[in-house]
């Protein structure tokens, strides 16, 4: 009979620490998404918290996935990936740890903060993953105003040869015309004003 109140006793404490830590987590997980619920990070963070791990790390492969459009984010999001796998199978793991009952309370906590602690650290890397999407994005923006700027130039130069060209063939042959006229008149009334 003690055995079971002190085995019951265990099992209240484990319950007790598995919920702590959920609830840390959860408090983490929202505190961290504030209105950016639709962000990766967010979804990656939600299913991690519901223990629900192998949609976590689909959804972070599906999504760099679909982001090849720009190939240099997942170039350089590749080594993120890797990492917030390995931390999302850590968090597993130690969530899940086969005979954590029989641990002492120390090492219990122990595991737990080390939960945490990989859950911080999935959380730089998904803010580092979507720091280098906002790059590619920025630099696939650049690169397009400077596509849009260098047509909108040869577009100015083509319009300027093309005006300069149309001036010279027609209004300066009238302008040469003018001018040998205006002369004319000029050395007309000349002579006629000497022949006086």
Known sequence: MAAEIVSLTEHNHISEMHENLKRKLQESHRKEIGERIDSI????????????????????????????SYPAFQVRAERYVEHCCDLIQAIQVKRN????????????????????EHFEE??????????????SKVN??????????????????????????????GLFSSFLTVIDASVDEASTWLVGLINF
């Open 140 to 169: 696939d923006l650049r690169s397009t105003v400077w596509v849009m700027r260098a047509a909108c130039q040869v577009v100015v130069a083509i319009i300027g040869v093309w005006l300069f060209i149309d001036v010279r063939a």
């Open 41 to 68: 990070r967010a979804t990656v963070m939600g299913a991690v918290v519901a223990e629900n791990y192998e949609n976590a790390k689909d959804e972070l492969t599906t999504y760099i996935g679909y982001k090849s």
């Open 122 to 135: 999935l959380k730089q890397n998904l803010k580092q993953i979507e720091k280098v999407e906002r790059e």
């Open 97 to 116: 740890f086969p005979g954590l009952a029989s641990l002492s309370l120390a090492k219990q906590q122990e595991i737990h903060e080390k939960v945490l």
